[in-house]
Nanobody, 125 residues
Framework: QVQLVESGGGLVQAGGSLRLSCAASGRTFSTCAMAWFRQAPGKEREFVAGISRSGAYTFYTNSVKGRFTISRDNAKNTVYLQMNSLEPEDTAVYYC??????????????????WGQGTQVTVSS
């Protein structure tokens, strides 16, 4: 099992940027593919971005391509989500998740074993 703690959320104006961090402890971080999901009020949790164990492969949902970048630092046991050109539609609670067996490409939350508590991102228009 891996413990995950997100940080970096907050309130930002449309067009602004935020960088989310997710610090991991427990199971060896470098053996897990990682992903970011988000859940807006009244909506289901959705896949945002994923990254393979080494960081060589990344995956994004269409609505964030070109605006968000997922990365990881295995020496620091941390995964990041750089969010640029934020839109009000990006408002949600953002969660990081770990998958011990995948590439980070799986878009269903059912494939991820460990989750953080979430961090709120609010984008004002």
């Amino acid at each position: 099992q891996v413990q995950l703690v997100e940080s970096g959320g907050g309130l930002v104006q449309a067009g602004g940027s935020l960088r989310l961090s997710c610090a991991a402890s427990g199971r060896t971080f470098s053996t897990c593919a990682m992903a970011w999901f988000r859940q807006a009020p009244g909506k289901e949790r959705e896949f945002v971005a994923g990254i393979s164990r080494s960081g060589a492969y990344t995956f994004y949902t269409n609505s964030v391509k070109g605006r968000f970048t997922i990365s990881r630092d295995n020496a620091k046991n941390t995964v990041y989500l750089q969010m640029n050109s934020l839109e009000p539609e990006d408002t949600a609670v953002y969660y990081c998740a770990a998958d011990a067996s995948g590439l980070g490409s799986k878009r269903s939350e059912a494939f991820y074993q460990d989750w953080g508590q979430g961090t709120q991102v609010t984008v004002s228009s």
